[in-house]
């Protein structure tokens, strides 16, 4: 049972916006940097946000993160077929000394 | 280019051992942390463990401690997942994940594609 909640799925049509929420608390998220994580189907996972907001080399700016006290949120703007994935928060959770994943979300674009 | 290659996953009878390998190249293995992170059939993500950089601070997830152990050889490059009295409930495909961590941020920045271990008679 993961510490970090994540709503099971969101969808919209192509073009428009996804946010996806990861809920935890003060241990993990309220303490931590957060990041987030893209798996495309049958593939390994890809690292999207780190730093709460920071975007590795090669990944959009119509990707975005956000935390705000024990939530963060992560965004994308211009929804396209490829963004069809599961997503993933992250972040370390100082009472447990262990990394913790998010419950993951279903993006679906209609 | 950054390269995590897992190997050493199959299938094993419950109560069995299995020894998961990572090579790595294309980064300086011995200054980063590495990781195993495991995936269900189905399911989520799930952190198995971490290891420092030099191999002497290690965490693992509260449900696999005593049964698994990860290690690494900066000299082969290599990251390692010993895994003892396996259930059923350890089948999963096993990913090794390099990271960076600091006393406030941590993230898996890259992934092997994985190797998978099944748990069955």
């Known amino acids: 049972q993961s510490v970090l909640t994540q709503p099971p799925s969101v969808s919209a049509a192509p073009g428009q916006k996804v946010t996806i929420s990861c809920s935890g608390s003060s241990s993990n998220i309220g303490n931590h940097y957060v990041s987030w994580y893209q798996q495309l189907p049958g593939t390994a996972p890809k690292l999207l946000i780190y730093d709460n907001n920071k975007r590795p080399s090669g990944i959009p700016d119509r990707v975005s993160g956000s935390k705000s006290g024990t939530s963060a949120t992560l965004g994308i703007t211009g929804l396209q077929t490829g963004d069809e994935a599961d997503y993933y928060c992250?972040?370390?959770?100082?009472?447990?000394?262990?990394?913790?994943f998010g419950t993951g979300t279903k993006v679906t674009v209609l | 280019e950054v390269q995590l290659v897992e190997s050493g996953g199959g299938l094993v009878q419950p109560g069995g051992s299995l020894r998961l390998s990572c090579a790595a190249s294309g980064f300086a293995f011995s200054n980063y942390e590495m990781n195993w992170v495991r995936q269900a059939p189905g399911k989520g993500l799930e952190w198995v463990s971490q290891i420092s950089s030099g191999g002497k601070t290690i965490y693992y997830t509260d449900s696999l401690k005593g049964r698994f152990t990860i290690s690494r050889d900066d000299a082969k490059n290599s990251l390692y997942l010993q895994m003892n009295s396996l259930r059923a409930e350890d089948t999963a495909v096993y990913y090794c994940t390099r990271s960076q961590c600091s006393s406030t941020s941590c993230f898996r920045d890259y992934w092997g594609q994985g190797t998978l271990v099944t748990v069955s008679s």
């Open positions: 992250g972040t370390w959770d100082s009472s447990l000394s262990a990394y913790v």
